[in-house]
């Protein structure tokens, strides 16, 4: 196997941009979290992590330590998802992501997109980038 690395890269509150604040169904600007992180085997980069949190949903996000162990066991611990909607695409990578992941703007990269609710609220909003030749296996 690879040695493992993640990398946080972003951890802040921001307004809620249209495509997110639909996609959650809040309204328009309001405030989310905004949690960008790397993952590497062996030193390279072969995925890109960006989520978009709903405070309302996951108090103690602002303080959360997500430098060691990333969002997902944050939130496993703090703030469970109750059902996950689950989209999978083949996307032009924004330049942004594609200087992430080391590969050239407009090159096709798999994406998994997720929305997640709690009981009562939406969690959040996660855009997995995958780098070119990753693949997602699944058994049932």
Known sequence: GLAYEHRLLDHR????PPDVAG????GEGRTVWLVRSLHLGDGRPFQLECRWINPAAAAGIANADLSRHGIDVW???NAPFARAE??????????????ALGTAPGTALLMVERITRTLRAPLGLLHLWHHPGQSIDTAL
Do not use: K, Q, S, Y
């Open 13 to 16: 509150a921001i307004a809620a």
């Open 23 to 26: 996609a959650l169904g809040l």
């Open 75 to 77: 939130l496993l611990h």
């Open 86 to 99: 689950i989209r999978i695409h083949a996307r032009a990578a924004p330049p942004e992501i594609a200087a």
